[in-house]
């Protein structure tokens, strides 16, 4: 039944994916680092609460809509079933997100009680 809704296979929907993700994945790298130049500068002691801020959040979601969209464009032109590969591709970018999303909370928090020592990676071992 879906798989009439498309004439050819999203080659273009895939492409859409890819630069939706890169253009909002730039946007994220400028405001994380804005506001930990921010953090750094004032020393303040709260980053997992500034973390959260929706200037840095709509990116990110914006990362993720562009990774469900490339995902499921791809599926889809394997599977031909836009309704099986959105099912497949949507909790894939929700789990990956919010692991993406927490990993870089445990970083802030990291580098907010070790300052940038902490994130040394040559001393670890």
């Not at 002691?45 to 490339?70: A, D, K, R, W, Y």
């Not at 031909?80 to 993406?100: D, E, H, K, Q, Y």
């Amino acid at each position: 039944m879906y798989s009439y809704l498309f004439a050819q296979p999203p080659y273009l929907l895939l492409l859409f994916g890819i630069l939706i993700s890169v253009s909002c994945g730039t946007a994220f790298q400028k405001v994380l680092k804005e506001n930990v130049k921010q953090w750094y500068n004032s020393k303040e002691q709260n980053q997992g609460e500034s973390l959260q801020t929706l200037s840095l959040f709509v990116p990110f979601l914006g990362i993720c809509g562009g990774i469900f969209t490339f995902l499921a464009a791809g599926l889809q032109i394997v599977i031909n079933n836009w309704l099986i590969s959105s099912a497949i591709s949507l909790p894939l970018t929700l789990l990956t997100g919010r692991l993406v999303w927490s990993q870089l909370r445990i970083l802030l928090s990291k580098l907010q009680e070790g300052g940038s020592q902490a994130l040394d990676l040559d001393n670890i071992f």
